[in-house]
């Protein structure tokens, strides 16, 4: 399953979140959830993905750059929830200050992964890009559109 779309959602005072429906299924053995590299945002993975993405980090050498700083960085906060019978999961507040949730999010399908953001970041980073985009068009001319 690919994720894909745009869900605005509201947090409740228990950190917990209504996944959408149509990623409900992919997620149904439980959904990892991680601090976003590089984003004021959170990941989520369904179990699969994960698994992928830990190989991918098995993989690289301990040699190599900050590698073992990084495990350390994102398995550290890292954690496995699974939907309850409404389909909400909860979000650890460790999580929810790093990603600055407040009340309203978007969780964002973004191939193999889904990203909640606070809904004023992401409607920044939106912006942003879509102004880059709509003058640049050489992303779509490589991808072959």
């Known amino acids: 399953m690919v994720f894909s779309g745009t869900y605005h959602r509201t947090i409740d005072s228990k950190g917990r ?3 959408p429906a149509v990623f409900r299924e992919e997620l149904v053995k439980g959904v ?3 601090k976003g590299y590089g984003l004021k945002c959170l990941c989520l993975f369904s179990q699969e993905k994960w698994e992928k993405v830990e190989d991918k ?3 690289n050498k301990i040699a190599e750059g900050d590698v073992q700083r990084f495990k350390r960085w994102f398995y550290a906060s890292a954690v496995k929830d699974t939907a309850d019978q409404q389909g909400r999961i909860r979000i650890p507040q460790n999580l929810i200050e ?5 009340k309203d999010i978007v969780i964002v399908g973004v191939s193999k992964r889904a990203e909640i953001w606070d809904k004023e970041n992401w409607l920044e980073y939106y912006g942003e890009a879509e102004s880059k985009y709509k003058k640049n068009t050489d992303v779509f001319e490589k991808l072959e559109l």
């Open 32 to 34: 990892m959830i991680s």
């Open 98 to 102: 790093f990603a600055g949730l407040k």
């Open 57 to 59: 980090i098995i993989e």
């Open 17 to 19: 979140i209504f996944i």
